[in-house]
């Protein structure tokens, strides 16, 4: 029987300890988004840019934090009246 290629991460860190550097589809996972939408949203403005590292390219979790607390929530947006649309 030949054992399952672990990764670096499966080795190193416990599963109960979050990675701060995160690629792109676990960056996109960890907000709740697709791949696509994500990089719209850092198209946007609304997700940082990513760290690089050699060829590596890296989102500080920390960041994703930050930016996702920054987003309006359904309560902070303003409300519209009917008179909204008369003028």
């Known amino acids: 029987m030949v054992a399952a ?3 670096p991460r ?3 860190l416990p599963l109960s300890l979050a990675p ?3 690629r792109r589809v676990e960056a996109a996972a ?3 988004v697709s791949p696509s939408s994500f990089d719209a949203m850092i198209a946007d403005g609304v ?3 990513p760290k690089r590292w050699g060829a590596r390219v890296i989102w ?3 960041m994703l934090d930050e930016y996702f607390s920054a987003i309006p ?5 303003p409300k ?3 008179w909204d649309e008369v003028a």
């Open 10 to 12: 499966d080795v190193v």
């Open 73 to 77: 929530s359904e309560d902070d947006k």
């Open 47 to 49: 997700m940082p840019k």
């Open 30 to 32: 960890y907000i709740g």
């Open 5 to 7: 290629a672990l990764k």
């Open 20 to 22: 701060r550097g995160l």
């Open 60 to 62: 500080d979790r920390h």
């Open 80 to 82: 519209r009246s009917a």
